[in-house]
């Protein structure tokens, strides 16, 4: 299995190259050797899940050769039970919003090639172990979201672009300078993420490396107050992006805080653990208010994933292996749910030209398939028992009742809150008689094959969410030693 990290990554970067060779009126051929690319990454995802020792704990699948030797740079990948299920979330995803993408007849070539290149950073920011490889994936990402929300987005597309682009540069800056502290105060001569997590910081330095990198991944995930470039972002984006940036892009932030700052500056993360508590807590139920005031369906989505990335934040404040294990889970199963809840938006927007909950009404009576799909989604990303979302929720409060049942409180309130406003949205474009009859196709077989592992998937790590837990727990309790 020697190489096959370094093959997922780079397939579809390899595979973007390919396309740019492919001449742009042949749309249809474009499109379909885009979506083998992504099938090949996402077999070998499986196949790497699939060869994984769930029994040994540690790296595996190690790939490593110096690279750059006179400052330590090495070219260092492997993966372990947090960045394995990510892997194949982030390359499951990527298939997905590829055949999604068929509708595309704007700039196809450039639009796939972009939407490949996103797609290997993705990937390499998860498997990577080298800070400055780490961090070239990292920034990879920006180019091609940037243009996919600047030339394919809606009415604002520039200013959401701009402001997307921005803020998430603006803190890549400061968690770059944040691993340079890491770097410099080691004396070590490495960017190995491993091997700068072993040295013991002195306090004051920790406290300055922490607010550094969390920074740059409080932007990215993003948490109150650096959220504003999100539902910009989202609304503007085309569907296959809005997918990939929910599903994905926010998780990287949520990854760098168990991958780097905890192993990293633990006596600066525990000493902040009030403030991103606040954070946390302020995050969840001001996100669920936010989406509870939305007639934008896309919107209202939006600001529902500020407030589930909340609950990541509170998992990992917890420190233990409830609230931790909880957390990963949650970024999984999140990007699952939004995934489908953003195509679904899409399909709803395909049929009606309008993504105002205030314009639609009756879809159970003229597309019962897919208004059916939007209940069971919705119902999934809320938390309910039986489906993923649940099981995230549940571990992160039994977490969190440890350090303050404060928190667990006011959690519990945004639980209620995102019940509230799922509810309202599913009787307002389901339960009222349709205003005018509008003859529109219900789901089509493309949609249900896209759809349908996402479904499953819901349902099975809802009903028989061990396997997963016990991949996440192997890889998080050395951490937490």
Same mark, same amino acid.
């Given at each position: 299995?020697?190489?096959?990290?370094?093959?997922?990554?780079?397939?579809?970067?390899?595979?973007?190259?390919?396309?740019?060779?492919? #001449?742009?009126?042949?749309?249809?051929?474009?499109?379909?050797?885009?979506?083998?690319?992504?099938?090949?990454?996402?077999?070998?995802?499986?196949?790497?899940?699939?060869?994984?020792?769930?029994?040994?704990?540690?790296?595996?699948?190690?790939?490593? +050769?110096?690279? $750059?030797?006179?400052?330590?740079?090495?070219?260092?990948?492997?993966?372990?039970?947090?960045?394995?299920?990510?892997?194949?979330?982030?390359?499951?995803?990527?298939?997905?919003?590829?055949?999604?993408?068929?509708?595309?007849?704007?700039?196809?070539?450039?639009?796939?090639?972009? $939407?490949?290149?996103?797609?290997?950073?993705?990937?390499?920011?998860?498997? @990577?172990?080298?800070?400055?490889?780490?961090?070239?994936?990292?920034?990879? =990402?920006?180019?091609?979201?940037?243009?996919?929300?600047?030339?394919?987005?809606? @009415?604002?597309?520039?200013?959401?672009?701009?402001?997307?682009?921005?803020?998430?540069?603006?803190?890549?800056?400061?968690?770059?300078?944040?691993?340079?502290?890491?770097?410099?105060?080691?004396?070590?001569?490495?960017?190995?993420?491993?091997?700068?997590?072993?040295?013991?910081?002195?306090?004051?330095?920790?406290?300055?490396?922490?607010?550094?990198?969390?920074?740059?991944?409080?932007?990215?995930?993003?948490?109150?107050?650096?959220?504003?470039?999100?539902?910009?972002?989202?609304?503007?984006?085309?569907?296959? +992006?809005?997918?990939?940036?929910?599903? %994905?892009?926010?998780?990287?932030? =949520?990854?760098?805080?168990?991958?780097?700052?905890?192993?990293?500056?633990?006596? @600066?993360?525990?000493?902040?653990?009030?403030?991103? +508590?606040?954070?946390? %807590? $302020?995050?969840?139920?001001?996100?669920?208010? *936010?989406?509870?005031?939305?007639?934008?369906?896309?919107?209202?989505?939006?600001?529902?994933?500020?407030?589930?990335?909340?609950?990541?934040?509170?998992?990992?404040?917890?420190?233990?292996?409830?609230?931790?294990?909880?957390?990963?889970?949650?970024?999984?199963?999140?990007?699952?749910?939004?995934?489908?809840?953003?195509?679904?938006?899409?399909?709803?927007?395909?049929?009606?030209?309008?993504?105002?909950?205030?314009?639609?009404?009756?879809?159970?009576?003229?597309?019962?398939?897919?208004?059916?799909?939007?209940?069971?989604?919705?119902?999934?990303? @809320?938390?309910?028992?039986?489906?993923?979302?649940?099981?995230?929720?549940?571990?992160?409060?039994?977490?969190?009742?440890?350090?303050?049942?404060?928190?667990?409180?006011?959690?519990?309130?945004?639980?209620?809150?995102?019940?509230?406003?799922?509810?309202?949205?599913? +009787?307002?474009?389901?339960?009222?008689?349709?205003?005018?009859?509008?003859?529109?196709?219900?789901?089509?077989?493309?949609?249900?094959? %896209?759809?349908?592992?996402?479904?499953?998937?819901?349902?099975?790590?809802?009903?028989? #969410?061990?396997?997963? *837990?016990?991949?996440?727990?192997?890889?998080?309790?050395?951490?937490?030693?």
């Amino acid at each position: 299995m020697k190489g096959i990290l370094s093959a997922i990554v780079f397939t579809p970067l390899i595979g973007a190259i390919i396309v740019a060779m492919i #001449p742009k009126n042949k749309e249809q051929y474009i499109k379909w050797v885009a979506l083998g690319i992504g099938f090949i990454g996402f077999t070998l995802s499986v196949i790497t899940y699939a060869s994984y020792n769930f029994q040994a704990s540690g790296f595996q699948f190690i790939e490593k +050769a110096s690279w $750059i030797k006179s400052v330590g740079i090495n070219y260092h990948l492997a993966a372990d039970g947090i960045s394995l299920p990510l892997l194949v979330l982030a390359n499951l995803l990527l298939v997905c919003s590829l055949a999604y993408s068929f509708t595309v007849t704007k700039r196809v070539k450039e639009y796939f090639i972009f $939407i490949l290149i996103l797609a290997g950073s993705m990937s390499g920011v998860f498997v @990577a172990l080298d800070y400055i490889l780490f961090y070239i994936f990292w920034e990879l =990402g920006l180019v091609p979201m940037y243009f996919l929300i600047g030339v394919w987005g809606g @009415a604002r597309r520039e200013y959401a672009a701009i402001k997307f682009f921005l803020y998430t540069l603006f803190g890549s800056v400061f968690m770059f300078l944040g691993i340079l502290g890491l770097y410099f105060y080691s004396g070590s001569h490495t960017f190995s993420i491993i091997e700068l997590a072993k040295f013991s910081y002195p306090y004051k330095v920790q406290v300055y490396i922490f607010l550094g990198i969390f920074l740059g991944l409080a932007i990215k995930l993003p948490v109150f107050p650096f959220h504003t470039w999100l539902p910009d972002a989202h609304v503007e984006a085309p569907t296959a +992006a809005s997918v990939l940036l929910a599903g %994905i892009l926010l998780k990287m932030g =949520g990854y760098g805080f168990i991958r780097i700052l905890i192993p990293s500056v633990p006596q @600066a993360f525990k000493y902040f653990v009030p403030l991103m +508590a606040g954070m946390a %807590i $302020i995050s969840i139920i001001y996100g669920a208010y *936010l989406a509870m005031g939305q007639d934008d369906l896309k919107k209202m989505v939006a600001y529902s994933s500020i407030s589930h990335m909340g609950f990541v934040i509170l998992g990992f404040i917890t420190l233990n292996r409830w609230g931790v294990n909880g957390a990963v889970f949650q970024m999984v199963s999140h990007g699952l749910t939004t995934g489908m809840m953003f195509m679904l938006v899409g399909m709803v927007h395909d049929r009606y030209h309008t993504r105002r909950i205030s314009e639609l009404s009756g879809l159970v009576w003229q597309i019962p398939a897919l208004a059916g799909v939007i209940i069971f989604t919705s119902f999934a990303s @809320a938390g309910l028992p039986a489906l993923s979302g649940f099981i995230g929720e549940v571990h992160v409060i039994i977490g969190v009742v440890s350090v303050s049942w404060g928190y667990a409180i006011a959690a519990g309130i945004g639980i209620i809150l995102t019940f509230g406003y799922i509810t309202s949205m599913i +009787a307002k474009i389901n339960l009222k008689q349709p205003k005018k009859v509008v003859e529109v196709l219900d789901l089509n077989i493309r949609e249900i094959i %896209i759809l349908s592992p996402f479904v499953f998937l819901v349902i099975f790590l809802g009903i028989y #969410p061990g396997p997963l *837990l016990k991949l996440i727990e192997g890889a998080v309790l050395p951490l937490l030693k």
